[in-house]
């Protein structure tokens, strides 16, 4: 089984949809699946330093990366589209990752035109909230090319199964699977020092920390944050809220101001992106985890939050429903945000004891090694190579693989 994985982009700068990517890869590739991943030098407003239109042999997968034209969300490549429209046929199925995204429309076309099966997963883009964002951009692309592209899929992956049921507003007919993010557990059962957080970060030593870690984005919630923590901070003077996430967009100055009418700016620390050892110290620094999101397709930093043992407390927007016995999940409104916090922090032992068995939920569902083994159950059953998996949700009556279309993008 030769599988491609095409997206974008591959910089941390910007967020999830780089860490699952790379994380599936890295995984299918250790199970024995062949995966080649293509993507360009986008990076915010920069590029990467990689050696161009060559592999670079990650452990378990290769990764080729091509020069782009980028601006804000738009990014393109005619040089991945020249490679791809050459080698596509050297696999079976071609895996894209992200939507509203020209370069990955260019590049379905191509695999429809050549006959290529490819599988889409929108990592929550086509969520109500996210689709709401920039509406009016994101309903003509729809109606010009985005649900042609949805369309010609041969499956759509859902990371939340709430995803899965609004995936009928724009392509009923298409096939539906439901896999989800994962972690790697061992990453999390043994975290670092919160002293190494400390020492980057004198000002949150000796402070009752709640942590948020996520891109600095208008769909995160932080105006939401902003009036809860303040709110908390009157109760509980030593708390102090840690603002962990990039600014790919450039929406740091506003959401400060969120915390500054609020009245609690003194008792917020942003620290950029962290990664690596330095996160990890932070969630182990942490007493708690928050996200006031509207909107996520399945959070990776939810599921860190859970896998690192602390009480979390999260939005309705994240769609994760399965957590609800473990987590506090409130709907997306300052007073219950700020309710939730409240609890946690005046019940250190019983919030303990929630995080404790959020933990053990993530490592017993939620590992890379058992989504990964998902994702291979659903190759195979796409290219006929076994049986329909109880992760696909519906199947399109009187499917075909290769349906014919008049569409011209």
């Known amino acids: 089984m030769r599988i491609l994985f095409l997206t974008p982009y591959l910089s941390e700068n910007y967020g999830g949809v780089t860490r699952v990517t790379r994380e599936l890869a890295q995984t299918l590739g250790k199970l024995g699946i062949f995966l080649d ?16 239109q060559t592999w670079v042999v990650q452990e378990h997968f290769r990764v080729k ?21 050459t080698h596509a046929a050297d696999y079976d199925l071609v895996h894209t990752h992200t939507v509203f995204c020209p370069l990955v429309s260019w590049a379905t076309r191509i695999c429809h035109r050549q006959k290529i099966l490819y599988v889409i997963t929108p990592h929550g883009m086509l969520e109500p909230w996210a689709f709401s964002y920039k509406a009016w951009k994101k309903k003509l692309y729809y109606q010009l090319i985005e649900k042609h592209t949805l369309s010609r899929a041969v499956a759509i992956q859902g990371i939340a199964s709430t995803e899965v049921t609004n ?32 020492s980057a970060f004198p000002d949150t030593k000796n402070k009752t920390l709640i942590l948020f870690l996520a891109r600095i984005d208008p769909k995160k919630g932080l105006d939401l944050l902003a009036l809860a ?53 932070a969630l182990a620094a942490a007493q708690i985890y928050v996200s006031p999101s509207y909107s996520e397709g399945f959070s990776m930093s939810v599921l860190e939050g859970m ?79 076994g049986p329909k998996p109880n992760c696909v949700m519906e199947a399109a009556p009187q499917y075909q693989k290769f349906p014919p279309t008049n569409y011209g993008i």
Request: glycine share 6%; charged share 15%; hydrophobic share 40%.
């Open 37 to 52: 991943l293509i993507t360009t030098l986008a990076s915010d407003k920069t590029i990467i330093d990689q050696p161009v």
């Open 229 to 281: 923590f303040a709110q908390v901070k009157q109760q509980f003077p030593t708390a102090h809220l840690v603002i962990a996430g990039p600014d790919s967009i450039g929406f740091q100055a506003t959401a400060e101001k969120y915390f500054i009418q609020a009245g609690c700016r003194d008792a917020v620390t942003f620290t950029g992106m962290l990664s690596g050892e330095l996160k990890h110290s």
């Open 307 to 385: 896998a690192s043992g602390l009480p979390c407390v999260i939005t309705t927007g994240c769609n994760f429903p399965e957590a609800s016995n473990v987590t506090k999940i409130v709907p997306v409104e300052q007073q219950e945000i700020a309710n939730a916090l409240t609890w946690c922090l005046a019940n250190p032992g019983e919030a303990q004891t929630m995080g404790n068995q959020a933990q053990q939920f993530i490592f017993e569902k939620y590992t890379w090694d058992k989504i990964a083994q998902q994702m291979i159950t659903v190759y195979s059953w796409i290219l006929n190579q």
């Open 65 to 85: 990366y091509f020069p782009c034209v980028h601006r804000g969300d738009f990014i393109f490549s005619w040089s991945l589209l020249h490679w791809l429209k």
């Open 167 to 198: 995936f009928d507003l724009y392509s009923a007919k298409t096939t539906k699977f439901l896999i989800p993010n994962g972690i790697h557990g061992q990453d999390f059962q043994h975290l670092p020092s919160p002293q190494i957080f400390y």
